[in-house]
């Protein structure tokens, strides 16, 4: 595009855009571009050559002007292409919409409620900022066509999101293809003309407390009975304690000893580096708590407490926090001995095999799925699914997506039941060993500046099969591209080793990375010895992937 091209674009945005921050923003970039600023003309590039793709995990970017950018201009575009699409799609359709503590979060939750309104969509607006699991269970218990929830997850703290739920035979579970091309065809066809000209009303309902009421009572009726767990409790700066609170009350818990510093909503995230339990650091006020109360275990979730992390003291006297395989091993486990044999388990490909094994021990159906809630919460007969990445459904008739604050119940419950039996939940994972055997898994993220470079090297590996990794030789190349195994199309490859050991690669749907997924195991001698075998294999193949990929 021109630069004279890309003023004129930049201009008509302008005119349509609402915003203060953003207009200003723009306004700036425009004058210094057309004086032949190299800087601000990138600027606008980088915001005007293309923009923010509405896929499987709706839409999610860092906050500015411009169609690559979260705005209140693109948000717009986008509520009214779902309008249309819900139109389309039933003569009366309905839609529940929530939001988060982030920057802009309500303002677009609004902006979505007027829009959907004036397109003649019944449009709920929940009463405050809340949890991501009180909007999926709102789209179900209210039984409407469609929900949004206005969250950036666990991203930096200049992003936003907009993340779509379908209800109905979707049963409210996040829209995957092909409603993910019909919606964003939608959306390609508002932003063709001014968002001056969408029709809007104010003529939408602002839900009362009960449907939070009701989220918190069956949440707090999957505990089991309450004794004295100590454990502390973070809500990562985010939503999650003000509901958590109340769920674990209802529950019988005794009150967490709270990381007052991340305990409520700030935009700005201070306290750590990127808001996500998994990052390095990012629970260390949780350590430094649990440290001074003497605590069992310690409870993070991140922003908007769709996941769950938690952390116990380990035997040489540090904290540690557990990785989601480890819990999701745990909980699946806990869930098989609930489900008695019937149901199905549900995980992500990249996720631990364990859980196979769980449910082959208990005679109970195993599904691998592709990567996201979206597809583990569509098994029919779900009883328990997870994904590595701290994401975890243990009550799938309540909700169809990763519920961050159920799950931290369903361990509560586990961390409590095991003290009574003068066990820790160290010891639960040695017991667990001792019977399905050692599981090992690394999860590795490499970050890009440019994310062309995680195309060029998932280009690379496909071009240049290798015939082993880390001196392991690989039995088979499975590439994702055009389908495996039942499975849609995805930027996906997998590779599987003599023995029995896996690696996945796969680009992040949400961040500039390129992850690789290592998963090794073993059942050959005692507990120790499992474990050791296991991770041994898993650090060569780990060493391996990085000098392959490098």
Known sequence: ??????????????????????????????????????????????????????????????????????????????????????????????????????????????????????????????????????????????????????????????DNGYKVYLGGDNHGSQIVPPADAEIA????????????????????????????????????????????????????????????????????????????????????????????????????LSFAKARDVGADLAIAHDPDADRLAVAVPGRDGEWRRLSGNEVGMLLGWRAAERANGTGVLAASIVSSPALRSIAAAYGMEYHDTLTGFKWISRIDGLTFGYEEALGYLVDPDKVRDKDGISASVDFLSLAAELKTQGKTVLDHLDDFTARFGAFASRQVSMRFEKISEIGETMMRLRAAAPSEVGGLSIESFDDFQNGVDGFAPSDIIRLQFAGGARVIVRPSGTEPKLKFYVDASSTAGDGAERQAAAEAVATQLETGMRQLLA
Do not use: C
């Open 185 to 284: 065809h939608a959306i390609d066809i508002v932003a063709k003309s001014s968002i001056s000209e969408l029709p809007r009303s104010t003529d939408f309902v602002t839900t009362d407390e009960g449907v939070v009421d009701e989220y918190i009572a069956r949440t707090a009726a999957l505990a089991g009975p309450a004794t004295d767990i100590i454990y502390t409790y973070t809500a990562m700066h985010g939503v999650g304690w003000e509901t958590s609170q109340a769920v674990y009350a209802k529950a019988g818990f005794a009150a967490p000893a709270l990381v007052e510093e991340q305990a409520h909503p700030d935009a700005a995230f201070p306290t750590v580096a990127f808001p996500n339990p998994e990052e390095p650091g990012a629970m260390d």
């Open 1 to 158: 595009m021109s630069t004279e091209a890309l003023i004129a674009a930049a201009n008509a945005w302008l005119e349509q855009d609402p915003d203060a921050v953003t207009h200003t923003e723009l306004e700036a970039l425009i004058a210094d571009a057309a004086q032949g600023d190299e800087t601000a003309i990138a600027g606008l590039h980088h915001r005007f050559d293309t923009r923010l793709a509405f896929g499987t995990a709706g839409l999610r970017g860092e906050l500015g002007a411009g169609p690559n950018r979260m705005n209140r201009v693109l948000v717009t575009q986008a509520a009214a292409g779902l309008a249309a699409y819900l139109l389309t799609h039933e003569p009366s359709p309905s839609i529940v919409i929530g939001y988060d503590g982030r920057i802009n979060s309500e303002v677009f939750a609004r902006d979505t409620a007027t829009i959907m309104a004036g397109a003649g969509v019944r449009a709920i607006l929940l009463p405050r900022l809340l949890p991501t699991p009180v909007l999926a269970f709102a789209v179900r218990h209210l039984n409407v066509s469609a929900g949004v929830m206005v969250t950036a997850s666990h991203n930096p703290a200049n």
